[in-house]
């Protein structure tokens, strides 16, 4: 099984429509990441999080949020969806204790129409 | 702030031609240095982590070297199945989070 997971693998939705993305690990990890990707423009920081009550913005966090239910579950909810939304989205996690290496999900492809 | 360039941006080699893919960076207090290789719709997988100058790690056909401002992965001999994205990444000073670089695409023919 794989150690980080995401859920859907694929989404196609509408303009103004509320998603959830979800992330679930089994590495144990205490931080959890949320990465958008987009051609040209590489990964960029969207959410991060510490431990369940730590949350912070990373450099592109408008009209975005996150959820930090539990250490191995991390949500990303996009509260009304636009079409500049559309991307390939990633979660992360990280072991705070050992190396700054972070280890990526699968990822999520959204298409906002 | 950190920042990552990657170049070439694509690559196209023949089966067996070595080459390098370069990393230059900018960062106050480099904590390390990543290489992740990305396939097509997927998420990028780990390869190395680098943390000082002058340090060298291997896998397989890859070799990625550190420099105070560069790094470099070399790939020897590559085959098809190497035909991916490579991201180089880094975290720097007291910032836990990662820069990344656009990546070089690598396109192996045989």
């Known amino acids: 099984d794989a150690d980080v997971t995401q859920t859907p693998r694929n989404r196609i939705t509408k303009t103004g429509k509320r998603i959830m993305l979800e992330c679930s690990q089994t590495?144990?990890?205490?931080?959890m990441y949320w990465y958008r990707q987009d051609p040209g423009l590489g990964l960029r920081l969207i959410y991060y999080s510490f431990d369940v009550k730590d949350i912070n913005k990373g450099e592109i966090s408008d009209g975005y949020s996150v959820s930090r239910q539990a250490q191995a579950k991390f949500s990303l909810s996009l509260e009304s969806a636009i079409p500049n939304q559309t991307a390939l989205y990633f979660c992360?996690?990280?072991?705070?204790?050992?190396?700054?290496?972070?280890?990526f999900g699968p990822g999520t492809r959204l298409t906002v129409l | 702030e950190d920042q990552v360039t990657q170049s070439p941006e694509a690559l196209r080699l023949q089966e067996g031609e070595s080459s390098s893919l370069n990393c230059s960076y900018t960062?106050?207090?480099?904590?390390?240095l990543f290489w992740y290789r990305q396939d097509p719709g997927k998420g990028p997988e780990f390869l190395f982590t680098?943390?000082?100058a002058g340090e060298e790690k291997e896998k397989e056909r890859l070799k990625a070297t550190l420099t105070k401002k560069e790094s470099f992965l070399h790939i020897t001999a590559p085959k098809p199945e190497d035909s991916a994205t490579y991201l180089c990444a880094l975290s720097g000073g007291s910032n836990y989070k990662l820069t990344f670089g656009k990546g070089t695409l690598l396109t192996v023919n045989p």
């Open positions: 590495k144990g990890h205490d931080r």
């Open positions: 680098l943390y000082s």
């Open positions: 992360a996690t990280k072991d705070q204790k050992s190396t700054d290496t972070q280890y």
């Open positions: 960062v106050s207090g480099l904590r390390g």
